[in-house]
Protein backbone atom coordinates (compact mmCIF):
# COMPACT_ATOMS: atom_id res chain seq x y z
CA UNK A 1 0.00 0.00 0.00
CA UNK A 2 1.00 3.19 -0.86
CA UNK A 3 1.69 6.12 1.95
CA UNK A 4 -0.69 9.29 1.99
CA UNK A 5 1.26 12.29 1.04
CA UNK A 6 -0.16 15.45 1.21
CA UNK A 7 1.40 19.11 -0.23
CA UNK A 8 0.09 22.61 0.52
CA UNK A 9 1.90 25.56 -0.38
CA UNK A 10 0.90 28.78 -0.39
CA UNK A 11 2.76 32.17 -2.57
CA UNK A 12 6.18 32.46 -1.83
CA UNK A 13 6.77 29.91 1.18
CA UNK A 14 8.18 26.47 1.20
CA UNK A 15 5.38 23.56 0.81
CA UNK A 16 4.14 21.94 4.26
CA UNK A 17 4.90 18.02 3.22
CA UNK A 18 3.33 14.97 5.21
CA UNK A 19 3.77 11.76 4.90
CA UNK A 20 1.00 9.49 6.55
CA UNK A 21 0.07 12.66 8.36
CA UNK A 22 3.60 12.91 9.90
CA UNK A 23 5.36 16.31 8.84
CA UNK A 24 8.63 16.36 7.18
CA UNK A 25 11.26 18.83 8.30
CA UNK A 26 12.96 21.32 6.27
CA UNK A 27 11.39 21.04 3.20
CA UNK A 28 12.12 23.43 0.54
CA UNK A 29 10.83 22.35 -2.48
CA UNK A 30 7.90 19.81 -3.75
CA UNK A 31 7.28 18.26 -7.58
CA UNK A 32 3.75 15.81 -8.36
CA UNK A 33 4.82 14.14 -11.19
CA UNK A 34 2.26 10.75 -12.55
CA UNK A 35 3.88 7.67 -13.83
CA UNK A 36 2.72 6.10 -17.24
CA UNK A 37 0.97 3.94 -14.95
CA UNK A 38 -1.19 6.79 -13.46
CA UNK A 39 0.96 6.51 -10.22
CA UNK A 40 1.03 9.67 -8.61
CA UNK A 41 4.97 10.30 -7.67
CA UNK A 42 6.18 12.63 -5.14
CA UNK A 43 9.45 14.34 -5.31
CA UNK A 44 11.28 16.43 -2.65
CA UNK A 45 14.21 18.77 -1.47
CA UNK A 46 15.63 18.91 1.84
CA UNK A 47 17.40 21.71 3.24
CA UNK A 48 19.32 19.12 5.72
CA UNK A 49 22.61 17.60 4.13
CA UNK A 50 21.83 14.53 6.04
CA UNK A 51 18.00 13.72 7.38
CA UNK A 52 17.06 11.29 10.46
CA UNK A 53 13.85 10.30 9.10
CA UNK A 54 12.24 6.60 9.31
CA UNK A 55 10.68 5.89 6.18
CA UNK A 56 7.48 4.42 5.23
CA UNK A 57 6.96 2.00 2.89
CA UNK A 58 7.37 2.72 -0.62
CA UNK A 59 9.36 6.00 0.31
CA UNK A 60 13.02 5.78 -0.49
CA UNK A 61 15.83 8.37 -0.53
CA UNK A 62 17.29 8.70 -4.72
CA UNK A 63 20.24 10.86 -2.97
CA UNK A 64 21.56 12.94 0.04
CA UNK A 65 24.41 14.83 0.57
CA UNK A 66 25.60 18.19 -0.31
CA UNK A 67 24.01 20.58 -3.41
CA UNK A 68 25.62 21.46 -6.44
CA UNK A 69 25.81 25.00 -5.09
CA UNK A 70 28.56 23.69 -2.55
CA UNK A 71 30.11 22.08 -5.64
CA UNK A 72 30.35 25.38 -7.32
CA UNK A 73 31.52 27.48 -4.15
CA UNK A 74 34.64 25.38 -3.68
CA UNK A 75 35.39 24.54 -7.20
CA UNK A 76 38.83 25.77 -8.59
CA UNK A 77 39.15 27.69 -11.89
CA UNK A 78 42.94 27.26 -11.98
CA UNK A 79 42.45 23.45 -11.08
CA UNK A 80 39.53 23.02 -13.53
CA UNK A 81 41.22 24.27 -16.38
CA UNK A 82 44.58 22.33 -15.66
CA UNK A 83 42.44 18.80 -15.87
CA UNK A 84 40.53 20.24 -19.38
CA UNK A 85 44.25 21.25 -20.76
CA UNK A 86 45.10 17.21 -20.20
CA UNK A 87 42.03 15.84 -21.39
CA UNK A 88 42.68 17.73 -24.45
CA UNK A 89 45.76 16.83 -24.65
CA UNK A 90 45.21 12.72 -23.88
CA UNK A 91 42.37 12.33 -26.53
CA UNK A 92 41.27 14.29 -29.67
CA UNK A 93 38.84 16.30 -27.18
CA UNK A 94 36.88 19.64 -28.03
CA UNK A 95 38.19 22.52 -25.48
CA UNK A 96 34.00 21.54 -24.51
CA UNK A 97 34.27 18.04 -24.37
CA UNK A 98 37.60 18.71 -22.26
CA UNK A 99 35.90 21.21 -19.77
CA UNK A 100 33.05 18.75 -19.41
CA UNK A 101 35.29 15.82 -18.62
CA UNK A 102 37.16 17.44 -16.30
CA UNK A 103 33.92 19.02 -14.42
CA UNK A 104 32.76 15.51 -14.42
CA UNK A 105 36.03 13.85 -13.02
CA UNK A 106 36.15 17.17 -10.03
CA UNK A 107 32.40 16.05 -9.60
CA UNK A 108 33.35 12.82 -8.77
CA UNK A 109 36.13 13.82 -6.50
CA UNK A 110 33.53 15.96 -4.58
CA UNK A 111 30.64 13.12 -4.55
CA UNK A 112 33.47 10.48 -2.87
CA UNK A 113 34.85 12.96 -0.47
CA UNK A 114 31.60 13.99 1.16
CA UNK A 115 29.61 10.75 0.88
Do not use: C, W, Y
Amino acid sequence: MLPTVSVQAAAGEPPTVTVNGSPVAGVRSAQVTVTQDGIPQVSILLHAAVVDVELPAGVSVLQAGPSAAEFAEQLNPARLEGLALQQQEMADLSMGESFANAVAQLAAEFTHNHA
